[in-house]
Each structure stands twice: as structure tokens, then as C-alpha cells.
């Protein structure tokens, strides 16, 4: 019986007990104020370094930071509990925090990413939705974990408590990113960017969910992320009366509407996947009001950044064409990004072994394709470009609904697979070599 | 020197302090609770007979009344000064009011009616814009007098001082309809389904600006007012993540903008005026979420109730199909008309002769040749067809932008005009013959 | 009785045959070489003094002149009967002619203005259509008088045999411009250029049809002629293998669907009427390929020169968007126009009393509204210009079908009506004053 | 030194003046009537068993036939040197020839196919193009053979003087397929139905260029053609005179001009590879009249016939929303496919194992990943699917412009290698085993 067995068997309630109050608290990305502070305040019990907000990530490196609006209504609104020191570093979108245990004993540098933030939807609200059914759904209107990264965070603090708790049979240093906004690729990059990364000797990240795939069944890498950009785009007309004076208005609402159309004519490329999606679009103030302002939030994905690079240039051509349709003016901004991201072979190889001897995995792919795009991607590049290895797993579950559906659920099982992954590869993969 | 001279120049102060205390405090309309309460409170006082919200109009005939949600939060940020029953009268979105002056004698019916809402615009904030270097600009943040409803109701205001003051010389009895929401034709057909019109013997409604008209130029009657319907659209698609299962979406976002593109290539009808306007457009809710939900406020308009009939079965179809396109259902709300009017002829005689002795008054054309709609069409109509006459009258101003626009402003001092030919037409129109 | 009244009774067969005849063989603008030669031969043979091809138009005045190839295929398809002269003077799409009779007496200059092109429209073949069923439809597939300018021409070799046959009765001058091209306002500034018009006393010009009037109605004069201008488009891509290399194609057929797509929702303008047409769209070369090559005819309108210029302003730069949307490029060629036209109030007066002794014409109206275009403004704003009089009548018929469509007809009594229209001008009006 | 070294040296001049005589004289699909004539004679010289026409294909299973007007014009501009017989079996479009050789001796039953067919591309006409400098460019104005397929009718010619040539060392039997109408999938089907695969033990064909490889590569194998399918849509509205009478109008430019633009927003498919090309649209008669006919050419793509059924589903809803935005019919006709297919690893193993001791051919790859689509794919299926073998192969050469480009062309060399392949095959891979 794995020397870890009687761990984890105690440790299950508390994953599903975190995973469930993390569902209940969704924040958005850079906003995960709570979500931060309750990491942390776990974390600081057992005895990592913590390092929060302004002091884990580089603040001019993030993407697609919410207005200061929005920021200050969200903070306005933060549990009166939390310590004004924790608060401070956070002020301002800086949400997330780096933990590190180190063994004091010579030995690898792992690190461990898991990504925290949740996404702009508005949950289910019936008894068919396993969380509403029982209760444990979002108290965030229109905010929801519908992307698995309550679980993740769970996953994280799992390891967390395995390390501190047999601190003295490991070696080397461990690296905790709990990263912030995630979706959108605006996270990652500024974590990366602060420099935890160069020194790592092994990177491991993963998601649940994603593929086809039982329980017990895990993807020791992947291939097939896709590089990706993401803007914003505001288009500036002059409004008039549609009834009095139609022919002096300059319509955004239609130079947004056109564009929004266009951008999925971009043709599909011959070298690899493509993707083009409009996720927003708003306009226009009032019926008879011909439109001075039109919004879009959309991205670009390619299978290599030069697919993704086509995909740009297309684009940025096809709203200025749009704009100009209308005689609008129109504002690109770049509010996000990820890379292409390759797993190192030896990764493939560290898992399977010492995988092999867990009795919750059933079952160990070496590769699983995806088509998602992932920030993790910024972490792992900066890995391997000094040298280290890194990958990103995938950990099966049943979907009730696809991710970032209002229904969207997985089976807690999961995140006892994916904890106990993690530690026989903390356990077998770096202790003894 | 006129009878009222004196009247006038003591209420000029007045008028000007009513308007920009309303132009301070905008409200949308069905939302007007602060506006009717401070209009209803002078009326009082003058001592009127007061029929307030759900007693001056029917619920049922209310058009685009806004969500209860949005009805709930403005009423919950009223000012606590407001009486309780006042407020109790309105719940719900039954705002705007109607009083009645008797003079006891033997006469003829007089209405006039004066709408009071504001629009969806946040207003201009630099010096160039008089309401903004003055102080007397938008409270509330969105919302703003654009299109010269706060000057109407002053005049309202003004009016019923001159009738109260005056009633000794006045004979027969003057029906005051201060109405809510007329933006977007919704708030007339409610208060003319409750009967206020069936014996009035003269109608009198009027609009400040419209025509490009210097102060002092009265049009006593207009024609061109086009027939319009307002319609909200709803799109429910299904959403998908737009990097893994594209294919998997339903596409509404797309739905809605195809079908406000599309709206536009309505062909022009031969035999008179035709307007669309798509003025409003949201969809989507993440970047990365294939869109499950559309919306848009639109209008249509034309210079017969046949035209107009003929814009909404394209504009039907063509919705039904942009849903089609994209594998989206689309529902359709009808939540406002206005119907052609036409001016009585002699309403043009009356305000001619009554007004010719005015001193502020310069020039008055006979017919003013318009395009925009009015729901004060439901109310002429029905005077009409119970024998009564009517007319809308324009009263001159230079513009500093257009109607409906961030940096609308007129002069002042047309109110004066304005009062002053409602003065005119109630002494010399009706009192002695 | 009419001192013509025979005259008319004895020529009414031939206006049906020729009517009939030019119907058999229609040829589309600036091709109607058989047409100018069978007006010719018969104008010949009265004694007019003719003015063929290149004598009676400015070459470079011509707009849209079909290709080199077109009009040598149509020039070697003509019947060898054409005496070599004629072709000659009419080679390379010189088409119509100028026909002068003068009296020999001091008198005013009449001018009359006859279409006699064709349309590029497949007649329909059933027996509800009277021209097939009696045997005299077309004999050009793909080519149709649908706007009744076989029955002008017709009316103009009537009136010629009038003025010929009734020379010693008539005193002045009488000029016969038998225009090319009126389809999409190509030949009359050419035959204006000329210089036929500028010692021109009276100018008179007509349609059949146009308006829901019967047989026997005549309008003496029109009103609402839209200014208009029409343009080819040709759009330059690259073609690439659809399958293979979609991303190499820079898709013309996409950016000619789209500019015809967004044409259509320039927003109508508040000062009068607009219109935008594309008639025809073609694109494209094969199935799996990405067109390289796109091409529109289109059409703008307006009430005025301003509002017919908004539309054009509006087109080239959506136009112009279009194409860069799509990455290809745009030409523009201008191929016609048409201005607005007022007739005289002195020519309405002239028709209403010359006529009123016509026992075939039942009523006059003064002026009737129409929204079509028409060339002939250049030669009546040309004979205005100089101190001339002018007109545009209408001449009522029930039609089968509306103008230019596959079924269109008319009643051929309307020939006569217009004839002795005409006549009773000619010699009523100017004769004996 | 090769068997027949000489063989091939002999033969290379007339592989490129066979190629140059059919560059000179392209046909478009079902109309290779005098393309079979040349083959046919040159065959029959040879002593081959010839199936012509009628004879070689069945009728039926035809796709996308010329209407009847296109083809009576390429017959009455047929060489009056063909001799009756030949064309009375070729009429209507039953163009294509099956040839067979039987060495009399048991053996395999190897078939070839080669495709015979031009495109709808007008010719480069300038120096930088071979074809044009050296005098052998396409005589048929706007047709081309811009794929290759010149070459490969003198490859299989130049195969079939082998065969004859060298009967007496071959065993079994030899069928040659020269399949008209390839371009837009529309001839295989009709070759195969008539039921010449079913008995094939071997089946070959291949195509040049394709992907960038030099002269002397030859791929065994070829993955990643696409399933399509092929259609012609035509849309009929409602023909009105668009400046007098828009309103009557149902447009049926508009709706073939959306449906061409919303068709390429089909989103992509997260299974693979998924295409889409309108690549050909006609619409409309004139520039003044609404248009009443609308004509599209279009194909759909996909990795799996389950990826190019979804694109036919969503093409499909799309189609008929297009038409039903504007009002008009449509109606979608099925003009042509192909299946994906997928060689045969034994085949990999016979040309390589066959070619490796050419002098001819410098490298062989296993497999070439392309993505077109073939429908070779049906002769292949049915071979497979009764028991046979099949391989597409490819045969490197550069290109001085894409497959489907006005400036299209290869280098000549890549016959001799083609050919070089096939006899390789035929001698060694089947002769002695």
C-alpha cells in the first residue's frame, strides 16, 4: 500500500469541502480577492512563504485588467474580515499569490500552477445542476466557476498540505503559483514576467475536464494548445435622431455588427487549426438614436504563432474596413495572449512511473490533443528557455455540460485522481533521484 | 400691452429655474417618481385636482415598461423626502399625471399635454455645454434631457399658474396630461386608454427645437409625424467554448448582429417616408463563449400606418430569419407605436389669430413639415374621432447639437415663447367666444 | 371635327406595326443599329434631313458604352441588308439620329425627344403574354423592350409623318432626336453635347405608362425626376485553391457580395427621396477556387443633385471598404447619370388648351409625381438654360406587368393617344400664335 | 542499367508535345470531346480495347452536365475532322474513354486513372509564362488546363505505348481510365458506376505538383483528401424598377450575396478540417431593376464525411435563410463529390520497393499530407471495397504559380518521372510475383 494512502483517504472531505466553497465565491480574473485570501491564510497556517498581489506578479505585464470601476465596486464589496495588510497588496487588480516550501535539503525545483479565477456566466439554477441542487451554487450573480478552476485550487492546497505535512521526507524547493485570471490569457504572463519561473527544474500544471476521459484515466501531456490573442475593439461614430436626421449619423452599432459578421469570413488555413470568435459585442444607447458606440471583445487562436499571426492581421484589417463602412473611428486594444506550448518527453516519462503504482489511477495517456488555448503556455516557455522541463496534464471526469456552459460540472472524484498524481510525482519523480 | 404682459415677466425666473431643476434630475421614463412628485406638489398647491400614476393612466396600455429589476433599484434610490402614498400611487412604473382645472363656468374643454421623461445619454461634461458650465447638468450618471422634455414641463408648470391666477376670466375647464415615457411612443396610448380625451373640445401639444427656427418663430401646426413601432428582439442560441467546440455553438451574437445588417437593406418604399433604426445592441457574455444570448431595441417607421405596416412584415421577416441563419430562436417584443397625426386646420386659425397681438412672438408659419414620430398622436386621434380638434405646435430655438445628442442645448428663452402662446390661445382662443 | 382627325384614323395600323416591329428586334443601348436604320430609312423618305450616328452625338459623351467585343459581335450580326454608309457613320456604338424639318417659315423651333433602346431582359414566353402570343416578341433572347420605347419610337415615326405630310400648314422648325442608350442615363448627354438643344423654343418629351392612369389620360407635365448616377465596380483579388490554399485567395467575390450586402443600408436621408440599387453582381470564375474577379452595376438616386451626391459619397467610401475588407481592389466606373428636371408651368398651359379639342384624349392632369430617372433632364435643362421651354408628359395605359419586367405591355391605343397628343402641339400650340 | 531506359528516353519528347497539344486545346468537364478523340486514336493505333463515351461511363451518375446550350455550342465547334461515329457516342456530354489490355496471361488486374479535364481560367498571357512564350497556350478562350491534368493524359498515353510495347514480358490485365470532368467531383462517380473497378486487383493514380516537392520525389502515398460535395444554388425573386417602385422588389442579388458571405461564418469544426468556397456568383439583369434571379457555385469540405455533412447541414439552414431574408426561393442542386480516401499500406511497400532502382526518381515518401479533395476517391473506394488495393500518389515539381492560377505551370521534367513510376510499378510489382 502506497506509503501515502492513509493521506489522501483523510484529506478527500476537505477537497470537496474547498472546491465547494471556492464554487460558491466565483471571482472574476484579477479580482479574486477573496479567493486569494483564503488560499493564503491556508497556506500561511502550514507554513509556506507567501508572497501576494503586487508582489507575485508584475503589474504592468497583466492584460485586460477590469476598469477601475468595476475594481472598486468588486473591493467595495469584500468581506469586511479580510486583514486591511492583505487588502492593500491587492488593491488595484493584483490578485494571486506565490508560495514557496523550501525542504532545506539539496534537490529539484518544482513548481506547480494552478490557476483560480472564474468566468462571466450566469449559473443554473435547477435541481438537475448537481451545485444549485446542493447549494453550494455561485452567491456572484452572473459569476460562475464554470471552467473547473475552483477545483484546481482545491487540487493546489491538497499538495500544499502534503508537502508541509511530510516536509521531511522530501528534498529541493516547491513552488506554488496560484495564478489570477487565467481566462482571457491576462494572468499569466505578469507571474511569469516577476521571474518565479527561470530557476524551476520541473513545471507541472493540468486541467480537469477538457477530454472525453473516465475518472482515473490521465493525460500525462498534451499537444494541440493554441497560441491566441484577445482584444477589445471600440468603434467611435456621431449619433443623430434615426427619425429626423438619419443621414447624420455615423452608426457604430452597424460598424460593430459588420465586423462582428466579417471576422468570421477570415478564411480557415491550410497548415493548421484557426479560430475566430466574437464573444461580445454592445451598442448603441437608445431605439430612435442612431449609435455613436460600438464594443467587441473577441480573439484569435492558431495552431502555431503564425497561424495566430495571420489570424491578426486579417482581423485588424477587417475592423479597420469595418470602421471605415460606417465612417466610425475604431480602437484596437490587446488585452490578452497566449503561446503554443510543447511538453517535454522526459515529463511524459516521470509521470508514467511514478504514476504506475497509484491505486486511483487507472489509467495513463501519454498524450492527449486538445484545442483550448492555455497561459500556462507563458510559464512553461520560460521553463524550457532556461532549461528546465515542464508539462500540463489533463485529469478525466464525466462533463454534465461542456466548460464555460451554465451547466457545466465534473465528479469531485477527479480531484483525488489529480491530488494523488501530483504527489507520487512529488513523491517518486525528483525525492530520490 | 397685452392683458398678461406683467404675468409673464414675473414667471420668466421661474420658468428657467423649473427647467434646469429638471434637466439636474433626468429620469427615464416610467421611472419619472422625483419628476412627478415635484411637478404634482406645484399643482397642488395651486389647486388642482390631481390624478396621479395608476389614477391618470392604464397599467395594461403601458408600452417597454422597464424590468422590474431596474424599476426596483431606481425606486430604492428615491429621495426619502418623497410622501409614502405619493410613492405608493407609482409603484410599479406608473409615473406622470394628469390635473384638472374647473373654472365652474360654461365652456369649452381645453387639454394640453406635456411630456416629462428623459433619455438614455450621458451628458457632455465640458464648458462649451451650457447645462455643464452652468452646474445645472445630469445628477444622474446616463441619463440626461435631451431632447427638451424638461423645458415642456416648465411651460406645463407655468401654464397652470397663469390658469390658476387667472381662472376668474377663464371660462370651461382645462385638462393638464403631464405624461410619462413618451421616448419611444410608450407612455400616451396608456393615459389616453383611460379616457382623458373622449370630451375635450381643443387639443394643444407642442415640441421646443425640432426645426431649425429661431426664438420667436412659432409653426402652429405640423404635418409629417410618422407612424413607428418599437420592438425589443431576443436571441437564445447556445453557448459553446469557442477554441474546443466551436461547432457546438448556436450563435446568437451572430444572429443579432446579421439581422442589424441586414434591417437596414429594407428597400425604400415609393410612396413615402420609411425609417429603421436598430438603436441598441448587446450580446455575449465572455470572449471565449460562443454567444447564447442576443438582444436588440430597434424601431420602425413610416409616413402612412400602411408604410409602416409594410417596414415591420420585412422587418419581421427578416429577424426571423437572421435567427434561422445562425440556429437561433428569436423573440420578438412589441413595446411602443406612434401613429401618423394629422393637425386641424382650424387649430391654424386659432393660434394665428390669438397670438398675432404677442409681443414675443415674431413670426408664426402655418404648417411645419417634420419627420420625426410622436405618441401624442394616440391622444390627437382620439380627440379627433370624438369630435374634437388638435394641433402640435414647434416652437423656434437655435440647437447647440441635435435632439437626442450628448451636447444638446436651446435657448432659454423659448420658453417664454411658448408660454406665451399658450397664454394667448387660452385668453383669446376659447375665453370669449 | 379635327382637321387631322383622318390622318390619325389612317395611321393608327401603322403605329401598331411598327410598334410591333421594333418589339420583334429590340437592341440594347448603344447597339441599336438596326433600330436607327429602320427610323432612318422611313425619316429618309419623308425628306427629313438626317443626322446619323457620330453626326447627331458627341462621341465622348457617351456613358457606358458596352465593350469592343460586345458591340463587334452585335456589328456582325447585323443583317447584310444595312446600306455600308450607314454602318459606317454608326461603327464602334454610335447609334440614333437627328432628324430636322424645317418649313421654310419664321416660327418657333419644336424639339421631341423619342428612346428607342432596349433592355437586357428575357422576355416571357406564355400565351397571358399578348407579344408572344400574337407572334411579335423577341427575336433577341435575353434582350426586350420592357419599357415601352418600341411604342416611342413608334409615336415619333407617327408625328414625322404628320409634320411631312401637313409641311404647308405649319409654320417654324422641327428637330427629332431619336436617342440611344435612356436605359441607365447614357445617351442624352451626348446627343445634348451636340448642341441640338440651345436654339430650341419648345422642348417635349414623354413616356407611356410610368403611372396607374387608363387610356386616354394624359399628364402635361412630371414631376419628381430623381438626379441619379450609375457605376460599374470592378473588384481585383487573388485566386488560390479553395481547398489546398484558402489562405492565399484575396476574395473579390466576397467583397462585391459585400458591397452589395451594405449598399443597401446607406441610411435614408431626411430632405427627400433616395434610392441605391446593384442590378447585377458577378464574381467568380470556378467552384474550387477563390475568385479573383467581382463586378457590380449599380445605381444611386436622389430627390436633389445634394442628396443624389450624399448617396454617392456614401457608396464610394463603402465601396472602397469593402475592398479593403476583403484585401482586394476596387474600380470605379462612371457610367451615367441623370439630373433632376422641372418642367415649365407656360408647357402645361400649352398642353391643357391645344388638346382639349381631342376627341382620343378623355383628361388632362397638370402634373403627375413619378420617382424614376431620366436623361432627357440633360436636354431639358439644356433647352432651360437657354431660354427655352420644356416637358414631360405621361401618356396613361394599364400595363400587364410593372416596366422592366419579363411580362410587361401595354395597351397599343395608347400609340394613338400620344400621337394626337403630340399633333394637337404641333399644331395648336405653335402654329398660329 | 533499367530495362527500359531506352524506352523512356525515346519516349520523352512526345510526353511533352502530347502535353503541349492538349495544354493548346483545354475542354472544360463533358465537353473533352476532342481530348478523347486524341486519346482514343492514338489508343486504338496502339491495339487497345476502347470504350467511348456512353460506353465508358453511366449517364445517370453524372454530376454538374453543361446545360444542353453549352454543350450544342462546344459540339458545332468541334474539329469537322472527328470522325461521326466517335462523336454521335460522345454526345450530350458522355465525354471520356475506358481502354483495356489483356496480356493473355494470368495476372493481376491493374487499373489507371488519369484525368482529363480544364478549368474556367482565362490563361496568363505574358513571357514570364512558358506556356505563352514557348506558343503552346490555351486556344479556347477562358479555358486552361491550370491543374495539371495535360500531363496527366500524356503520362497515361505515354503508359499505354509501354504496355503495348512491351505485352509480351507483362502478365494480366491493364484498364485505363481517362476520366473527364474531375474538376468539381463530377466525373468518378459516373466511371464507377459503370462497374470497371470491381474486379481491379491494383489501382493507381496520382497527381503533379500538388505539394512543394522537387522533380524526382515521388509520394507513394497521399492522406488528408477531403470528402465535398458540390452545389449550385439559384435563387428567384420578384424583378421591379428600383427607382419607381422598390417596395415590389424581392431581391434576389441580395439574398445570393448574403447567403455568400453568412456561408463562410459556418464555424470551424473542432474535428478536423473543414472547408467552404462560393466560388462563383451571378445575379441580375440590369442596373435599374430589382434583381429576380440569383446563381451560386459552391463546395463544402471535410476531413470525414461526418465534418462534411455538418458543413452541408449549416450551408443548407443558411442557403434557405438567405432566400427567405429577401424574401425568394431557392433551391440547391447537387452537382458533384468526393469521398475521403485512404491508400493502402501494401501500396506504399509495392512503389517503393519497385521504384527504388529508377534512375528517374531521386527520393520516395511514404505518405504526403494534402488537402484537396478527388474523386479518384470513388474508384478507390470501390476497388477497396471489393477486395483491391489503392494509392494516389504525387510527383514533385516546382510550380510558377498555384494549382488554379491564371500563370499556372510545371516543370516538364515531372512527366518522364511520372511515367518512369507507373512502368516501375508495372514490371516490378506485379510482373513476376
Not at 513548481?111 to 447549494?135: T, V, W
Amino acid at each position: 500500500m502506497s506509503i501515502h494512502h492513509e493521506f489522501i483517504q483523510d484529506i478527500q472531505p476537505k477537497l470537496v469541502e474547498w472546491r465547494r466553497q471556492f464554487h460558491r465565491n466565483p471571482e472574476l480574473g484579477f479580482m479574486e480577492y477573496e479567493t486569494t485570501y483564503a488560499i493564503g491564510k491556508e497556506l500561511e497556517a502550514l507554513g509556506f512563504t507567501l508572497y501576494i498581489g503586487r508582489d507575485a506578479l508584475k503589474s504592468t505585464s497583466r492584460y485586460g485588467v477590469p476598469s477601475s470601476k468595476e475594481i472598486q465596486q468588486h473591493e467595495a464589496n469584500i468581506s469586511s474580515s479580510m486583514e486591511e495588510e492583505w487588502l492593500n497588496k491587492m488593491k488595484g487588480g493584483h490578485t494571486g499569490l506565490v508560495a514557496v516550501w523550501n525542504t532545506g535539503r539539496t534537490g529539484d525545483h518544482l513548481a506547480f500552477r494552478f490557476d483560480i479565477d472564474a468566468l462571466p456566466i450566469k449559473e443554473k439554477a435547477d435541481d438537475q445542476h448537481l451545485p444549485y441542487k446542493k447549494g453550494f451554487h455561485s452567491q456572484n450573480q452572473g459569476v460562475m466557476h464554470a471552467c473547473g478552476h475552483d477545483g484546481h485550487t482545491a487540487i493546489g492546497l491538497g499538495l500544499a498540505h502534503f508537502i508541509a505535512s511530510h516536509s521531511s521526507e522530501l528534498n529541493g524547493k516547491f513552488t506554488f503559483l496560484f495564478q489570477p485570471a487565467e481566462e482571457g490569457g491576462r494572468g499569466a504572463k505578469a507571474m511569469t514576467d516577476k521571474g518565479w519561473l527561470y530557476e524551476v527544474d520541473y513545471f507541472y500544471s493540468g486541467h480537469i475536464g477538457i477530454q472525453d476521459l473516465p475518472v482515473g484515466t490521465v493525460a500525462a501531456s498534451t499537444k494541440g494548445f493554441l497560441a491566441s490573442s484577445k482584444w477589445n475593439v471600440t468603434f467611435k461614430g456621431q449619433s443623430s435622431h434615426a427619425g429626423m436626421k438619419p443621414e447624420d449619423g455615423r452608426n457604430a452599432l452597424l460598424a460593430a455588427a459588420t465586423a462582428a459578421t466579417q471576422l468570421y469570413t477570415i478564411p480557415r488555413h491550410s497548415e493548421g487549426v484557426s479560430r475566430i470568435n466574437v464573444g461580445k459585442l454592445s451598442a448603441g444607447n437608445g431605439r430612435n438614436i442612431i449609435s455613436d458606440y460600438g464594443y467587441l471583445e473577441l480573439e484569435t487562436r492558431g495552431e502555431t504563432k503564425s497561424i495566430n499571426d495571420y489570424m491578426q492581421e486579417q482581423a485588424r484589417r477587417m475592423i479597420r474596413s469595418s470602421a471605415d463602412m460606417h465612417n466610425v473611428d475604431a480602437t484596437i486594444d490587446f488585452v490578452g495572449e497566449t503561446e503554443p506550448m510543447i511538453c517535454d518527453d522526459e515529463m511524459i516519462s516521470i509521470v508514467k512511473e511514478t504514476c504506475q503504482s497509484s491505486s486511483n489511477i487507472m489509467h495513463i495517456i501519454n498524450i492527449a490533443n486538445v484545442s483550448g488555448s492555455e497561459d500556462a503556455s507563458f510559464m512553461m516557455n520560460a521553463v524550457q528557455s532556461h532549461g528546465g522541463k515542464a508539462t500540463y496534464m489533463l485529469f478525466g471526469t464525466k462533463l454534465s455540460d461542456n466548460h464555460h456552459s451554465p451547466a457545466f460540472d465534473y465528479e469531485e472524484e477527479v480531484l483525488t485522481v489529480a491530488l494523488d498524481t501530483y504527489i507520487h510525482i512529488v513523491k517518486g519523480g525528483h525525492l530520490f533521484e
